[in-house]
């Protein structure tokens, strides 16, 4: 019998099948399933207590949320939306700045561009945890310097002023090195002979950015914007390691968590807010794609 790479040719016939097979489990399991389950139970009065009946009641979850609870629902929407366009737009500034800086094959280059992107592999309690002593209100060295400065005392992460927008620049301290490395591959894409030939026409940087880098970066911005706004738009790990969602802080995803898993569990209403939060995803995700898209044809 003659033989393949990969065994016998009867049973090269298997492989491509089992390792088809393999993730597709994989997936069903801990992806489709979850998905089905989270669609039906937001039509129950489930509370996600083990014993608890699971009671069909339709469209009453809908109902209530759009009603009676719609001022809450709609908070938590526009404060998700404050927390994705402030992230969306520092993330694709900072991380395009160090690119531009750090693109080059210099000594030592390479050290700072693992040390920006090194923040990526903590995992968010670690975060979360040093960001909390850091901001400490009584005796973190964020206080000590703000009193320095300012001379007055901030409650840090307690002010419902403030507490969104410092988890949006811990975010942007995690994910700008991602995006700073998206950047540097589109930087190094570029044909040197266009900015050569713009140097000969006597454009200077300024010119040469807005004409040559900003244009054929357009691809890289297209993925950046686009991870950038889908990761922030579930986000809620990190605003519960902070706030638990206090001062401010609840976004849609938080807002879903403290309802199905909180001190008085609603897994109905909390699948509910997942399949609004699902939509809102969607939507958004399709205008972008569709916008982002366009704007690379006209560039």
Known sequence: MSTCPFGTRRTSRWIPWLSIAVPS??????????????????????????????????????????????????????????????????????????????????????????????????????????????????????ETVYHSVIGGYSSFLGDSDLAIWLIVLVNVWMFSGYTMLVYIAGLRRIPPELYEAAALDGAGAIRRFWRITWPMLAPATTVNVFLTVMGSLGEYALILVLTQGQYHTQTLGMFMFNTAFGANPDLGLGSMLAMVQFVLTAVIGSLLLWVLRRREVSL
Request: with cysteine.
């Open 25 to 142: 489990i994989g997936w069903l399991t801990f992806g489709l399933y979850p998905s089905l389950a989270t669609v039906y139970y937001s039509f129950t009065n489930y509370s996600g207590l083990p014993g608890t009946p699971e009671t069909f009641c339709g469209l009453c979850n809908y109902r209530n949320m759009f009603t009676s609870n719609y001022s809450q629902l709609s908070q938590a929407v526009v404060t998700t939306l404050e927390y994705v366009g402030g992230v969306t737009v520092l993330q694709i500034v900072i991380g395009l700045g160090l690119a531009l800086v750090l693109q080059r094959r210099r000594f030592g280059f390479g050290f700072y561009r693992a040390l920006i992107f090194m923040p990526q592999i903590f995992s968010v309690t670690i975060v979360g945890v040093l960001f909390s002593l850091l901001l400490d209100p009584t005796s973190g060295p964020a």
